[in-house]
């Protein structure tokens, strides 16, 4: 009997699965890297929490958009839900549009992965009528190198300038790849605002933004490369034709330019007069050793200061150690750096503080320090030099009488040094002769009861979660509820993204509906949702509201926003949301 019931759930699964249909289609499976690709997400039944493929080699550029059929064909139903993208490839290959997923009835579908071949751009036919200004001869990547042939840690900058013409104009940008700048230290300026200048460009008069802008300090002598910086371009380009109102029609269009790569040849720093304490110090620098004082009571410590203060690589160089008496106990230094990055390059200071703290009464030298640094004025090594610094401890006890007390004490170190070993061990840890065995103690009674008392509570438990799992609308409501927590959640993470949050959002107000009114994606049209909140005693300002909101999210995906705009239609969600669930009886 039992084998039979098995059989019968195992062909009831199988045909449910059997009907229900979830497939991916795309327009083409090979297309060039400037084309467009259209993909459908086809399903025939109405699943519930649609989720896309990540479209990793792909940018998104329109969707998704849903379709929803349904039909009656003598006495039978048909019902088709579609989720629409249209795609461009992000670079050349064989790309894998991944598993989309749904979930109907408890389980999950997904549809087979799908392989695209990309390859080169191709030239598109164009309306011989239909002439309009190319964005080749009209916009261009430039990066403004200020100097290709300099020293090791000679600063140099690379300005980043998106020229463009007076006919065409720029929506958005997106970076592809981001220029890397391997053997050399790098520093980004910050560019608080993007501001359009004109300028001349090729003997032509462009407008130009600036990107980006970082010094950089080579740290090795040859050539260097700085891989390049590329865009993909949103252009808006105008043709010959006109509308009905005499205004000039734009088509949308797209752009890929590429700063190309940028070779520096660097030179060595010249060996001929390099000092031996030379530790990389290019630039122009002066240097400083600054004692907090000179005159020392018995216990009292002092600061001793070594900065360089100037203009260069300020990062790049460990500055010079003293070296104190044994008389001094000197500790290891605080490092401390006040530099400054502008584009002209590194300046400001830094410095080592050591605190010393003498030991004995006397007048002790601190030799001088020198610092060495190459110009890059006059391509010569220079080197500066610190004064000595004479340290006057004024009392405390004499190195001569250290000497003697050490020598008196001799013998009773020997002593003390032959007794050391005489306690090893101090403590002991005794046990309890009359211990108690395990057996028949209370302990042993009680874990072997306790199995026989979780009983009674493994019964509750179980008859519990029977009725939680045969309550089957009790249990969408719930789960329909942690889904509008779930996607308000998921819209607040994605705030940044216009796109994925409006989708997140509307997915929020669908799933509060099914809690609430207990209808499925089918039923959800405006006069349906706004017949059952009024039935369910809802405010009709706050329905209204609802209605709104959620046939804004469609629009709101391409429409312009600022992110005020998305922050007030979050609020207002968490509000609508909030009223509902206190009106709705």
Known sequence: MKRFIA????????????????????????????????????????????????????????????????????????????????????QKGSLVIKQAAIEYNGQIFKTSPIRINVTAATEQPRDPNDTQVSADDNIYLVADVSKTNPYINEPITVVYKLYFSYNIGITNWRELNKPKYNDFWSQNIDIKQLVAEEGMFKGQKYRYVVLRKTVLYPQKSGKLAIEPLSLDIDVQLPTNRRDMFGRVIVNEGNKRVSAGTKTITVKPLPEAGKPEDFSGAVGNFSFKVTPSKTDLKNGESLDLVVSV???????????????????????????????????????????????????????????????????????????LSSPEIMINVLNGPTASDATTASNSGENKNKITNVEQFKFIKLKSNLLNMNKKDFFGSNLFYGLLFFPFLLLPLIVLFKKKKEAIDGDITGNRIRMNNRLAK????????????????????????HNFLKAKLHIETSEMSKDNIQEFLLSRNANPEAVNDFIALTENCEVARYAPSSSVTIQQDFDKAVAIISDLEKQIV
């Open 7 to 90: 059989v019968l759930v195992l062909m009831v699964c199988s045909s449910l699965s059997a009907q229900v249909q979830f497939e991916a289609r795309v327009s083409k499976t090979t297309l060039g890297l400037n084309e467009r690709l259209r993909i459908d997400f086809i399903m025939n039944v109405d699943g519930d929490n649609f989720n896309q493929p990540s479209f990793e080699g792909f940018r998104i550029i329109a969707g998704p958009s849903q379709q929803v059929s349904q039909s009656w064909v003598n006495g039978k139903s048909s019902f088709e839900k579609v989720y629409s993208y249209f795609l461009l490839p992000n």
């Open 309 to 383: 203060t100037g203009k260069g690589n300020m990062k790049l160089f460990s500055l010079p150690k003293p070296v104190v008496p044994n008389a001094l106990e000197m500790y290891d230094a605080v490092h401390n750096e006040q530099v400054n990055t502008p584009l002209s390059g590194m300046s400001g200071k830094i410095s080592d503080s050591y605190t010393i703290i003498p030991q004995y009464k006397g007048d002790y030298p601190i030799k001088p320090l020198k610092f060495s640094y190459f110009d890059l004025g006059s391509e010569t090594y220079k080197t």
């Open 486 to 509: 779930k996607y308000l959640s998921e819209a607040k993470k994605q705030i940044n993204n216009k796109e994925l949050f409006y989708i997140a959002l509307e997915k929020a107000m």
